[in-house]
């Protein structure tokens, strides 16, 4: 099952609202999780099943979709929010991640 | 505090084989699938290979499959990937992760290991 994030990349400020797209190739049910990972560190989990978030990660973050068609929305970007976004998908073996989102300032 | 730290990483000449180690703490070890994914240098994620609850099923990618071969030693807390006729576009960091099943994410990872592919 392939995973095709859009943007690869995208410019923001402070503030803004950014919206993350993770198409799967194939239904894949709510079995998606999205990741955040800064340089030179490991990924961390942000959302699971979709749209549950997980604990201790901030209200700002949210998913959505079902199927084939996820996204990851940041209500109101904070500076620390900078990174690179990664979906994944646990559907099926082999499991798959997206090509990544890097979230850079503007 | 939940704790994975990976270590077995290196330099290794085109063909050679590795170990690596993943030593857990802070959970019970042995009712948790765990898994490995690898980034090489500037790319993305690539998940390589997972070992269930048992240790009976494993699964692998294809471009690792037939050499390496992932394992769990539950008396150690200890997770092992076997990496055997290694190639250059086998380098990369090196990520333990544990999976949570059945709702499916990794939800804890290791501070990653460097291996590097020497031609």
């Known amino acids: 099952i392939q995973l095709t994030q859009s943007p690869s990349s995208l410019s923001a400020s402070v503030g803004d609202r950014v919206t993350i797209t993770c198409r799967a190739s194939q239904g894949i049910n709510s079995y998606l999780a999205w990741y955040q990972q800064k340089p030179g560190k490991a990924p961390k989990l942000l959302i699971y099943a979709a749209s549950t978030l997980q604990s201790g990660v901030p209200s700002r973050f949210s998913g959505s979709g079902s199927g084939t068609d996820f996204t990851l929305t940041i209500s109101s970007l904070q500076p620390e929010d900078f990174a690179t976004y990664y979906c994944?998908?646990?559907?099926?073996?082999?499991?798959?991640f997206g090509g990544g989102t890097q979230v850079e300032i503007k | 505090e939940v704790q994975l730290v990976e270590s077995g990483g290196g330099l290794v000449q085109y063909g050679g084989s590795l170990r690596l180690s993943c030593a857990a703490s802070?959970?019970?070890?042995?009712?948790?699938?765990m898994t490995w994914v690898r980034q090489a240098p500037g790319k993305g994620l690539e998940w390589v290979s997972t070992i269930s609850v048992s240790g009976d099923n494993t699964y692998y990618a294809d471009p690792v499959k037939g050499r390496f071969t992932i394992s769990r030693d539950d008396s150690e807390n200890t997770l092992y990937l076997l990496m055997n006729s290694l190639r250059a576009d086998d380098s990369a960091v090196y990520y333990c992760a544990r999976y949570v099943r059945p709702v499916y994410y990794f939800d804890y990872w290791g501070q990653g290991i460097l291996v590097t592919v020497s031609s």
């Open positions: 994944q998908q646990l559907k099926s073996y082999p499991l798959t």
């Open positions: 802070g959970f019970t070890f042995s009712h948790y699938a």
